[in-house]
Antibody, heavy 120, light 113 residues
Framework: QVQLVQSGAEVKKPGASVKVSCKVSGYTLTELSMHWVRQAPGKGLEWMGGFDPEDGETIYAQKFQGRVTMTEDTSTDTAYMELSSLRSEDTAVYYC?????????????WGQGTLVTVSS | QPVLTQPPSSSASPGESARLTCTLPSDINVGSYNIYWYQQKPGSPPRYLLYYYSDSDKGQGSGVPSRFSGSKDASANTGILLISGLQSEDEADYYCMIWPSILFGGGTKLTVL
């Protein structure tokens, strides 16, 4: 059974960067496709990007291209999401969510979420 | 503004059924996509409930009661989540999603009166 444990809450100033981690247990990261979804306070879910196993590449939502980088450390089974040039609108809970590789793809399970607050 | 349209709120009484809708834009044919549904309770991450493509191609998430089921209304280009025998614990936000152009609906807050 896959479990995802994310890093703790962060407070950042506008213009800074944040890097959120997501530790996988129960499976190895290479068996999964990791995605990132965020949720602004009181708002809905917004997909940021994730690994496409068909292409073997990480794809990013157009809105975040150039500002987000998703990486993986397979030696520690940890995925990372780094968002740069932060602004107040980036204040949100950031979730990692995995596609377990069972057809059809889906987000199951999710990490517990990491609150990122952007404030001067 | 989310591309998939969900009513912001819905309500029903315990024991009744709730029908939550997810309308796709006209340039995305609901018949060509799996429609996924997620449940989110306050302070918790979303939980995968099910996907629905057709009556012969659908799937339930692990541990999800059979009271939750999916369907489509092709004439309305809409995906549907039906929750029968409502319980107080079903009170939550519900989000629809499509894949591979991963898009979420804006969510529906379900109140169990």
């Amino acid at each position: 059974q896959v479990q995802l444990v994310q890093s703790g809450a962060e407070v950042k100033k506008p213009g800074a960067s944040v890097k959120v981690s997501c530790k996988v247990s129960g499976y190895t990261l290479t068996e999964l496709s990791m995605h990132w979804v965020r949720q602004a306070p009181g708002k809905g879910l917004e997909w940021m990007g994730g690994f496409d196993p068909e292409d073997g590449e990480t794809i990013y939502a157009q809105k975040f291209q150039g500002r987000v980088t998703m990486t993986e450390d397979t030696s520690t089974d940890t995925a990372y999401m780094e968002l740069s040039s932060l602004r107040s609108e980036d204040t949100a809970v950031y979730y990692c969510a995995t596609d377990p590789g069972i057809s059809p793809p889906r987000f199951d399970p999710w990490g517990q979420g990491t609150l990122v607050t952007v404030s001067s | 503004q989310p591309v998939l349209t969900q009513p912001p709120s819905s309500s029903a009484s315990p024991g009744e059924s709730a029908r939550l809708t997810c309308t796709l834009p006209s340039d995305i044919n609901v018949g060509s996509y799996n429609i996924y549904w997620y449940q989110q309770k306050p302070g918790s991450p979303p939980r995968y409930l099910l996907y629905y493509y057709s009556d012969s191609d659908k799937g339930q998430g692990s541990g999800v009661p059979s009271r939750f089921s999916g369907s489509k209304d092709a004439s309305a280009n809409t995906g549907i989540l039906l929750i029968s025998g409502l319980q107080s614990e079903d009170e939550a936000d519900y989000y629809c999603m499509i894949w591979p152009s991963i898009l979420f609906g804006g969510g529906t807050k379900l109140t169990v009166l």
